[in-house]
């Protein structure tokens, strides 16, 4: 069973950055696509931003431009670069392997203050 353990939420203000870690382990890594999803209270859970196994990146659009998804393979670790944070990101973020399965950790609350 895949074991991934976010870090990095926290409290900021508007216009603020945070940046989001996921580290992974009893999967392999280096061939999982990579994601983060988020769920604000009485919303749906949505994806924010992806990487796949070869670093090819893609983000909803309201992240585009603001959110930079990467991923170090010799970590084990996935990051999320959040600038320009907004009222609007606030949620609890999930990291989300894809590799013989489908692993989610248990989420870190980003709170943008206004």
């Known amino acids: 069973q895949a074991l991934l353990v976010e870090s990095g939420g926290g409290l900021v203000q508007a216009g603020g950055s945070l940046r989001l870690s996921c580290a992974a382990s009893?999967?392999?890594?280096?061939?999982?696509?990579m994601g983060w999803y988020r769920q604000a209270p009485g919303k749906q859970r949505e994806l924010v931003a992806r990487i796949t196994s070869g670093g090819n990146t893609n983000y909803a659009d309201a992240v585009e431009g603001r959110f930079t998804i990467s991923r170090d393979n010799a970590k084990n670790t996935v990051y999320l670069q959040m600038n320009s944070l907004k009222p609007e990101d606030t949620a609890v973020y999930y990291c989300n392997a894809k590799v013989l399965g489908d692993y989610w950790g248990q989420g870190t609350q980003v709170t943008v203050s206004s």
């Open positions: 009893r999967i392999i890594f280096s061939i999982a696509a």
